[in-house]
Nanobody
């Protein structure tokens, strides 16, 4: 079992920044891809970003490319999402995700563990 706990969400004005953190514990060796998904009210959960097990490869959804940055610290078992230039359409619950393999994690089917989510609200 792997436990994921997100933090760092909140209310921010458009154009502002937030950094989300995800702390992993349990049977995690750091040898899996990690990522972030989000779900807005009335919408399906969607991919935001992922990082490979060693941090050498990252991937972003087109909607956040150039504004969000994902990173990880395998010693501390942490994953981060730096979010800049936030827009009202970024408002959602953000979920940390633990992948089933080393690199690929861009669909819910490639996730084996989820965090409980953290709310991000961007006001216009």
């Amino acid at each position: 079992q792997v436990q994921l706990v997100e933090s760092g969400g909140g209310l921010v004005q458009a154009g502002g920044s937030l950094t989300l953190s995800c702390a992993a514990s349990g049977q995690t060796s750091g040898s899996r891809a990690m990522g972030w998904f989000r779900q807005a009210p009335g919408k399906e959960r969607e991919f935001v970003s992922r990082i490979s097990w060693d941090g050498g490869s990252t991937l972003y959804a087109d909607s956040v490319k150039g504004r969000f940055t994902i990173s990880r610290d395998n010693v501390r078992k942490m994953v981060y999402l730096q979010m800049n230039s936030l827009k009202p359409e970024d408002t959602a619950i953000y979920y940390c995700a633990h992948g089933r393999n080393l690199i690929h994690l861009n669909a819910t089917t490639s996730v084996d563990y989820w965090g409980q989510g953290t709310q991000v609200t961007v006001s216009s």
